[in-house]
């Protein structure tokens, strides 16, 4: 389902946990790393799309999640021929997106990314909240960027300090799983250190802006 410019509608998903970082997934097989995103079904909302992603993509259903906010309009990023499959070129331009921010209610060890029979990711971490700006295929770089900006608004930020000494961060990897196979050892570790399962908006985390260069 295309728009008369040629975007497909699409939703994008920013999870962030109790302290504020944000969840990030490497795609099957490949050495790329995104935030999960899908597009929307015909005759489905937004919202309803993304609850749907969530869950395909992630294996978090609606209990799981809190939504903390969305951006106003549609942001938009053209992929490059090369990556459009040849019947389509001329026609399909590129996504058009609505993106969610949501704060995360489960544990670590709830995320299931082998729920489907085809799955989109087959590792993920938790990243500083604007550190996939870096790390981001080029295309999609300023509507990340975009997103990220615009949804940081409904975090809480500190009167002063640059980030350094602020606590633990866990930025190691977790790979797929089967549904009802035996723990690794980086599951346990989540298990033993969960993630906060209650939502609680009066004592969300706060969250450091990246310093400003000098240029």
């Not at 970082?21 to 790393?33: M, N």
């Not at 489907?116 to 295929?137: G, K, M, N, Q």
Request: net charge neutral.
């Amino acid at each position: 389902m295309l728009d008369r410019e040629g975007f497909r509608p699409n939703v994008g998903i920013i999870l962030l946990n109790a302290h504020n970082e944000v969840w990030w997934g490497k795609r099957v097989r490949e050495h790329s790393w995104q935030f999960p995103q899908g597009g929307i079904k015909y005759g489905e909302t937004p919202e309803q799309a993304m609850y749907r992603e969530l869950e395909e993509e992630i294996g978090l259903r609606q209990e799981h999640v809190k939504i903390v906010g969305r951006t106003r309009d549609w942001l938009r990023y053209e992929v490059p021929d090369h990556f459009i499959k040849r019947e389509i070129r001329g026609h399909y331009r590129g996504q058009k997106q609505i993106w969610f921010l949501l704060r995360m209610c489960a544990r670590d060890n709830d995320v299931n990314l082998r729920l489907t029979d085809h799955p989109e990711f087959d590792a993920w971490r938790w990243h500083d909240y604007w550190v996939p700006l870096d790390v981001v295929i080029e295309f999609k770089r300023e509507v990340y960027q975009r997103a990220l900006q615009e949804l940081s608004r409904f975090l809480t930020w500190p009167a002063h300090g640059n980030g350094s000494g602020n606590g633990h961060h866990r930025h190691t990897a977790r790979y797929l799983r089967q549904p009802h196979g035996p723990k690794p050892a980086a599951e346990a570790e989540a298990e033993a250190h969960p993630a906060t399962e209650v939502c609680a908006p009066e004592a969300e985390p706060q969250l450091v802006l990246p310093a400003k260069s000098s240029g």
